[in-house]
Structures are given as C-alpha cells and as structure tokens.
C-alpha cells in the first residue's frame, strides 16, 4: 500500500482560530473579508460540492448548485453529480442538467463515471477495464484515454482534463452566481487513492478553468479538519468510511501532531447509496405485483426509477423512526388506471433487505483494519463516517457491532444542523479561507511517500551505486564516499540514473556532474543524493538535490544539481515494467 504522510505546519499559524464549538471563532486579523470568494472544492468520483466559510459568523456552509431555486426549494441540491451530457444543439451540460437530458434522445451521450479515467494512460489496466463497463465509447489519442460525444450530426473528442475543467467552471460559475462575487481561490480535496498523475491532471484542469488549485489535499484530511481531529493530543488512528452515490472508499489514518499518514485503503466502484435503493425497490417490485395489479419487473426501468426516490426517502426516515411510509402514485399500463401505492418498510426490514451490501462494506473494512496492522481494537481512536454513510439505516450499528469499543463520528453541527456529508467540502473552505487570509502564511504540506525507483551513480564495471534504493521514505538523505582518479585533463565525471538494474546504463539517466581538479590524481570523493518534497504551486512535487565533492583537494569546488522529478519521471505502468523487468534479469 503506498504510505503518504502530510505534514502541517503549527496549528497558530496556519488554522483559523476555533472555539470548541466546531468552526465557530471570533474575527480576527487571520481571517478578513476579502473582494473575492474562497471555496473548497470536494471532488468526487461521481458528485463534487462547493463550499465556502461566511466571514461573520465563522461557520462553512454549502453553495447550492440549483441557484436558480433556492428561494423555492428549500432542500436544493448542494451537491453536483459529475455527469457531461452532449445535446444534439450542440451544447455541453454538466451535472444536475446533464442527468435530466432528454431520455428520448438517443443520439445525445450522457457521460458519468468518468473521472477513475483522469491522468491515466490509455493501456491503463484501470482504463482497459472501465471501458468494459461504460456505456459511452473511449478511444485512444497521442497514448491518452479520449471520450466520445456524438449528437444528430455532430460527432466530438473531448479529454479527461477538459472534462474535468468543464466541471470544476460549472461549479465556479453556480459559486460566483450564488455569493455575487468573483471566485478567484480554490482548495480542492480529492479521493486519498489518486496518485500524482491524477493530481497534476487535477492542476491543469483548473488551471484551464481559470480556477487555479492553490492546494490539492486527501478528503480524509479535509474531514478531520471540519471535525477538528488533527488537534486531539496525542496520536489518533481513525478508520474513514466515506460513501458516495455510487462508491464507497474506507482509509486508515494515523494523525500524529499534524502528521497525516494513510495506512491503508480500499474502495470499491460498484457499491454506494444508489445499490441500498435499488435494493429497497427490487424488494417492493412482487408486492407491487402481487396486491397492486402492476406490471412490476425489474425492466420497467420507469417504475423502478420512481421506487429508488421512494427508497432514499425512507432511508432519511427510517434514521429517525423505526418506520417509514412508501407512497406512489401510478397509471398502471395494464389497463391504464391510476393506482395509490401506501406501503411501509420498517427499519428492520431495510437491514435485512441490504445486509450483503452491510457484508461487503464490513469486508473492507476489516481488509483495511488487517493492511494497516490494527489487530485490536484499542489500536484505534475513532470511525468517521463521511459522506453518505450517515444516511444508511443500519450502517453505524454494523460497524458498531464489530467494533463496539471504538468511538463512531458521525455527526458534524454547523449551525444546530448535522452536515457531516459535507464535511470535506467544509474542511476545504477553511483551508481555502485562511490561504486567502493574506495575514496567514499559506500552509506548508509536505507529502512522505515512497519512492517508486531506486537513484544511484554509475560505478566501476558500469555497476549501479544505490544512493537511495526504492521504496525509501521521502524525504530522503544519503552520500557514499568512493576513490577516485581525476584523467589527464583533471576531469571526475559522475552520472546519475533511476532505475532497477544492476547495469547502470540500462537505466534512466538522470544527470551528470563532473569535477576538476589535478590531472591523474588520486581522490576520495563524497557522493550525495538527497530528495524532498517541493511546493509547485498546489502539489508537492520531488525535489532531487545531486552533490558531488572533493574530500581530499580542498580547492575544488563542489558540483550540485537540483531537478524536479514529476516533469519527467516515468509513468507507472513504465516503471512497474521496469521492476518486473529487473527481476527477471536479476534471475
């Protein structure tokens, strides 16, 4: 599992000052109004929010999407789905408008699930396998995945990173209609699996969008900020279920003084909120049948559609109540009379209606517990349930049950309101808010992972020297000294490569340094790597610092090199043939 720690920098500088009451402080001079919006933007395989912090009362809330109904609609969507729909007026919509698309249309292509795709290469076996399950067609262009778009007459390209790009101004645009203002800073928290190829994909994409990531963090972090958890004493591991619309992810994390380390983490693409009311309404469809006279099976998409809402109505309920009403009207395409359905489905019955889907997620998690290495229980500090996992009936006493001697989060109380779904949103926006504070140094992360290859020179006999051999944590430090004869024309040439294999020349070069000093002379000469997370912007990207010097010639100069290594690092599937490739030889 790839281990990725982020380090803060001390709470006083960096954090808004908060009381105990959760995200509730004083004005200060940390945190003014400032002419434009800051938002935190939570972006998610299948929905991404918006949030921002309001400046009097110092509490984050929501930007509603459907800005058009917000005086109507009490309950408006604060979430947009990352769905990209192609009419055949040859205009894109995004989210909420693009799952409303006309089902009429079949020459319209409605595109969702699309953002695993986001920084991957076309050969991927991620990508490979996604398009197997996708309705919508992938192609290959200049070795990247390419989604297609056709309407009546119109047939269109389009890339993940403009995809992505069309979502995050779709959610600018909604932002600045809603607060009246311009939106010129944004803190984007995504999923803690995405690698560095997602997240550098993530940066153009709103840079394209002329909403620039000034920061991109793991959503596990976001939510212990809204929570307040990185600030409990000591070390805190805490298990994150988080659940989407269509997915859910379960992480383990050890928080340490500010230090966020992910232990372990699995997710799962097939089973989210939407499974649990497909449940509920595939239960329903034989009593529809059997006492309502409907022409009730599991292809009559419309009714079953209908049911889904019924089923994620009850489920709210049913948090509450032991019971819930099931209420339909329908024009039965029998006879064409109108039928009232009034049923009810009572929590128990929900439960056992779901409990392969309780099963499956109780699966990873002690797939999760087992990877990180928590045996006991009293390993752990905490279960934080984020996202949609708080409105499943029945989720928190599984989890419970298992683990009855840990404590379950699963409330967050913004305003006498439990937000706890929009708690990484929230965590964005305070993080947001005091980047944009300009009395506030911006905070430092810094990202301690692995490193994917092994950095050395080449030796004698064009033998690799590991410096810093793979899988080292980094930040990273290491020099060797080795004898050394200058040529005649008094030059020491020392080469650096990435890579595997014991013959150095078969591996990525890096660079080169060379030393002058006194021809055909004898020398000891100190080799040094050292590699460390940089600022870029809003990534960390691997800073690779290369010293070379004289130990014995105190007049030569040492030679250093610096270079970031994402510009031009190997891809994944690159450097995994490489190891595979290495090993072979190795044998």
Known sequence: CKRLTIHTAPHNSVRLPRSASVLHTPRSSCCRVVAYAAIGISIGRHESRAATLDYDTRMPYSIPINVNN???DADASVSMPSAIA?????EFVVGVDA?????NNTATTVVFDWLPLLGRHYMDPVVQGHIRRVPYRVIERHGMPSIEFRSRDRVLYRTLIELCSMLISALKSRAEAYLQRPVLLAVYAVPGHWNDQQRIALKTASEASLLPARRIFNDYMAASMALEIDQWPGEVQMLVVDVERLSFEISAVYVDSG????????????????????????HLLPLLASQYGLAANCNNETLLGALRHQASLAMRR????????????????IDGRAVRVNESITRAQFVATNQELLNVVASSINKVLSTAGWTNQTDMSCVVLAGRATRIPGLKSSIASTLAAVKIIDELDVGGTNRMPEAVAFGAAILAATVAAESAEPPRLRCKKLLPLSIGFKGHDDRLVVLLPRNSFVPAKRSIEIQETYDH???IKIEFFEGEFSIARRNYKRHELELIGPPSTHTTIEVMAVIEPELQGSLFEDSLQLL???LIHGEVEPQTRVCLLAADRLSYEEIEEMIKEAEEVSQ
């Open 70 to 72: 917000i005086d109507s």
């Open 86 to 90: 192609f009419t055949d007026d040859g």
């Open 99 to 103: 799952n409303t698309t006309d089902g």
């Open 259 to 282: 230090v966020f380390e992910s232990l372990a983490i699995d997710e799962n693409p097939n089973v989210g909120e939407l499974a649990f009311h497909q449940n509920v309404a595939e």
């Open 318 to 333: 049913l948090l509450d109540s032991d019971t819930a009403p099931i209420e339909l009207d329908w024009i039965s395409a």
């Open 489 to 491: 024309e008094g030059r």
């Open 548 to 550: 070379a010097r004289d």
